[in-house]
């Protein structure tokens, strides 16, 4: 039997940890399908994707720098990725590309159901007003957080997409020295890219209530210059987003496949300490 194909597309593609984690969730739900890094030249998304269409490819994970390509490719857009604005899923049938974001969803379960923390009533940060926080705020409100504040370097910038967003709560959206007018937070998630650089984004230790979580969405970096901080300032608990990429990645598997496998054995495997 000719396996189904899925790959995950990027560029770079060779560090995705992608074709292991839904090798093993194959392996684990006795699934036949074939999972590959598939390399494409920037501005070569749509040439790429066809080719792997044409191929027989079923399914695709789609990473930087390409999620806003496969928002334009998407022929329909699930809500989760119309409101991101971005896409990290791919299905492809009946003629269709179909696409969504489990980005969001990934974060939220991990932090939910994995780290224990629901949200409902809490008071949620999110600093950062990039991709991933798009990603995240329709799940966010969902969850029904008594408060929803994403901090940027610019005010406005966070504050235009904090009324994106109005239709479905009351985000607000601020930059990092408004915080000081901000009561402490439950959850601080940074899903700035300032951990990439070894940066800590300009966050107060105020920010943090005495035994919150502090969430990096960064993985595999160890202890980050946001998580050391979180630390110092009473944080009761820290991740890092390795529960957020094996969970998104569960999502996809599970609308592919129709079937969900089970994530905590593979988040120990991948987990680098956090120290
Ligand atoms: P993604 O699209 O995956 O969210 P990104 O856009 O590369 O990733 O980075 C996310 C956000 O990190 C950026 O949009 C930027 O947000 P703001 O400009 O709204 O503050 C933030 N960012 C990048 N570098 C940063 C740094 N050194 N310190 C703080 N924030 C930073």
Known sequence: MTPDRYAVIGNPIAQSKSPLIHQAFAQATCQVISYVPLLAPVGGFAVEVDRFRAAGGQGLNVTAPFKLDAFAYATRLLDRARLA??????KFEDGEAVADNFDGIGLLTDIQRNLGRPLAGKRVLLLGAGGAV???MLPFLQADPAALV????DAGKAQALAAEFGAYGAPLGIGYADLAGQAPFDLVANATSASLFGELPPVSPASFAPGCLAYDLAYG???????RLAQQAGAGQVADGVGML????AEAFAWWRGVRPATAALIARLTVPLR
Do not use: C, D, I, Y
């Open 85 to 90: 604005g971005a896409v990290n899923a791919m």
């Open 134 to 136: 798009r990603g995240a």
């Open 221 to 227: 970096k160890g202890l980050t210059p946001f998580l």
């Open 150 to 153: 994403v901090a940027s370097r």
């Open 246 to 249: 094996v969970e998104q990645a």
